[in-house]
Each structure stands twice: as structure tokens, then as C-alpha cells.
């Protein structure tokens, strides 16, 4: 097939049209966004068709940088970003900090549906099913936006296949920074697929136990306090970690992942990776 006759004919009549806006390299468009707090948002984009990834992993996700003031030439900027949408879903989910002065995020903030974003289509990460070994009952432990590989994994059905109970502990200094998390189990909770895996009973396979440690709630303190005191397995009448039943992800803020890492191997489980399953493993949810 003869592809010349399918180019624009140029109209070198109309000199004064304007170019058409230059597509971003590796573009994908924004089909939603929403705002939870002044600090917290999520957005979804439409997915590559071929982009292959694993529930819980990560991309580098971004926008075009400022023009160089000498040469005028603009280069990505780009983050990693945990997809927060389980691999079966048509499209992808991002939950975003919004720092302030922050490179990119001061800018992320404002996108609108119909913006185009750059998503870099090479999935990575140790937040994966693949990096534990089997057991009984599965803890996503996160702080802040540390909560987005879980929801990737929380709508994963591999999840309620491979444990017998799913907890999920959701740590943030304010209220409104836990009502992405509270709308997501909600969500899974009315999904029809998923809440067949899950069950019934008392909230069936999956627990929820979200923490503050700023402003009044149902359950105030750090999760790692709570797991010293013993607090949150009276709570959840379950047994304090061991490394016969239980695996663990961890996300969060680098001192939260240090010190949580600590107490695991003092429950006896241990570091995991792709290439070396074992009982636990841990990402960090920023770089600080
Ligand atoms: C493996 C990995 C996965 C990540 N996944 C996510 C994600 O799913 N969602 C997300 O919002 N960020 C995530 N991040 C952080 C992200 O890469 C950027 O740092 C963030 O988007 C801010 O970018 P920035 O250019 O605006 O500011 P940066 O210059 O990157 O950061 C400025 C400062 O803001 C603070 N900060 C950055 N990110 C966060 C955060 N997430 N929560 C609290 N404080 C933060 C830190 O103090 C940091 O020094 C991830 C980081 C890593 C390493
Ligand atoms: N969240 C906000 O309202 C806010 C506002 C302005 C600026 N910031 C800045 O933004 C950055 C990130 O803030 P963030 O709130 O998203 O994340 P964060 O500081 O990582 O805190 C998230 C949650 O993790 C807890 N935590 C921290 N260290 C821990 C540890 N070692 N063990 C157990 N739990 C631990 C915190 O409890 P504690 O509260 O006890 O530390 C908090 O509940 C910080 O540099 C902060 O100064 C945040």
C-alpha cells in the first residue's frame, strides 16, 4: 500500500495555522483525577496496550522539564511512581504527593482529564507475590503514600488466592490522608469478584487497620508502637507475626522501613527479593 497518499497535503496558502501541540515521548493521557487533600491526589491514564506489569511494581512517570535557558531544548522529568491499579485493569492509577516546591509534583498537581503525562513502560519493583514464599497470611504494612503498590496488590485477585487472610495497616499523621485507602477497601469490599474472593464473616479475608499519629482517630499511634504493645493483634485477634505463617510487604518512609524491618526479623522472617524469595519485603515510598 502506497502510505504517501494517507500524508496531510501541506496548504502552503495558509502560512498562519498553528502547529499542533508536539506529542510528549512515551505519552499517555489522563482520563481522571481527584483530590483528597492539599497534599494528596490520584490520577488515572490510559494504559500502553503493551505494557506488561506485575501488581505491586513501580514506573518513572513525568512531564517535560523547563526549556534549557541556553539551547531551548526540554528533557523529561521524571519520578518513580508506584502503579496503584491492579495489572487486569484496562487502564493505570497513580496516588500522588503534591509537594510543594517539589520538581515535579508542584506541577503533576495541576493536571486535568485530557493532559498528557510521560509513562516510561519498564515495571520494576520487590513488592511482588513472586518475592515472598508461601504462608498463611499476608501483611501490607505502609505510612502515607506507601499505600499505593497495596492497592495495586489489595485488588489483585492472586492476593486472596494465595493467603487465607489479608491485612492491610495504613499509617498517616492526619484523617483526610486515610480516605484513599478507606475508599479503596469499600470499593473492593462492593466489587463483585473481589468480594467473592474475600468472603464474608467478620470483613471476610481482608482486614483494615489504619492508624493516625497527628489527629484524633479510632486508632491513634504509630503501627510499630502498636505491634510492640501487642495492641494491634488484640485488635485484630490474631497471633503476633511468626515466620511459619505470616509474609509482609513493607512501604513507607525510611525511618518507618528501618525500624519496621528491624522488629520482622526479630519475629523471626526473613528479606526477600525477586531473585530470593523468603518472608518479607520492602520498598521505600520516596527518597529522602
Ligand atoms: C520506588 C519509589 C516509588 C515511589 N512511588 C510513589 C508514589 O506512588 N506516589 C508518590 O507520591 N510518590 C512516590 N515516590 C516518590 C516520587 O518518586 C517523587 O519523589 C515525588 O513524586 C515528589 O517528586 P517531586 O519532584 O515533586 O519532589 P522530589 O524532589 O522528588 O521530593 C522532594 C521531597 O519531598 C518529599 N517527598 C517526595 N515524595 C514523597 C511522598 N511520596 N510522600 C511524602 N513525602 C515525599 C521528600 O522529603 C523529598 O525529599 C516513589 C519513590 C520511589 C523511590
Ligand atoms: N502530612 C502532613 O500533613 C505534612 C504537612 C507538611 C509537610 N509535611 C512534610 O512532608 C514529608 C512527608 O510527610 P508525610 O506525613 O507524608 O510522611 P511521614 O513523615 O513519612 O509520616 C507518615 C506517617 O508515618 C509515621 N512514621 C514516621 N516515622 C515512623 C517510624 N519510624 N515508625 C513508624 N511510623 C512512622 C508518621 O508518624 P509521626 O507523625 O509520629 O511522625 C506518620 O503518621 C515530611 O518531610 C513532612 O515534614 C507533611
Not at 495541576?110 to 504462608?135: C, M, N, S
Not at 505463617?245 to 513507607?252: E, F, L, P
Amino acid at each position: 500500500m502506497d502510505m504517501s497518499e494517507h500524508r496531510p497535503v501541506k496548504d502552503i496558502d495558509a502560512p498562519n495555522i498553528p502547529k499542533a501541540t508536539p506529542t510528549l515521548p512515551d505519552a499517555q493521557t489522563v482520563t481522571e483525577v481527584e483530590h483528597y487533600t492539599d497534599r494528596l491526589f490520584r490520577f488515572r491514564c490510559t494504559r500502553p496496550p503493551s505494557l506488561r506489569f506485575r501488581s505491586g511494581e513501580f514506573v518513572m512517570i513525568g512531564l517535560m522539564g523547563d526549556p534549557d535557558p541556553e539551547t531551548g531544548k526540554q528533557k523529561p522529568l521524571l519520578r518513580a511512581y508506584s502503579i496503584a491499579s491492579p495489572s487486569w485493569d484496562d487502564e493505570l492509577e497513580f496516588y500522588s504527593i503534591k509537594v510543594p516546591d517539589g520538581a515535579l509534583t508542584s506541577r503533576l498537581q495541576h493536571i486535568v482529564p485530557g493532559d498528557e503525562i510521560i509513562l516510561r513502560p519498564k515495571p520494576v519493583g520487590t513488592l511482588v507475590h513472586d518475592a515472598l514464599i508461601p504462608g498463611k497470611r499476608i501483611w501490607f504494612f505502609a505510612t502515607g503514600t506507601g499505600i499505593a503498590p497495596f492497592a495495586s496488590l489489595l485488588r489483585d485477585p492472586q492476593t486472596y488466592a494465595d493467603y487465607d487472610e489479608v491485612i492491610l495497616t495504613h499509617t498517616c499523621r492526619e484523617l483526610g490522608e486515610l480516605t484513599y485507602g478507606a475508599k479503596l477497601v469499600e470499593d473492593i469490599r462492593k466489587d463483585e469478584l473481589l468480594a467473592e474472593l474475600i468472603g464474608e464473616g467478620f470483613a471476610g479475608k481482608l482486614r483494615y487497620y489504619p492508624t493516625t499519629t497527628r489527629e484524633q482517630s479510632a486508632k491513634m499511634g504509630r503501627i510499630t508502637d502498636l505491634m510492640r504493645s501487642g495492641e494491634v493483634f488484640t485488635d485484630l485477634g490474631v497471633a503476633p507475626l511468626c515466620p511459619e505463617s505470616d509474609r509482609a510487604m513493607v512501604c513507607g518512609n525510611l525511618a518507618f522501613n528501618l525500624e519496621i524491618k528491624e522488629m520482622l526479623e526479630g519475629y523471626g522472617l526473613t528479606e526477600g527479593a525477586n531473585s530470593k524469595p523468603a518472608e518479607y519485603v520492602v520498598e521505600k515510598a520516596f527518597l529522602d
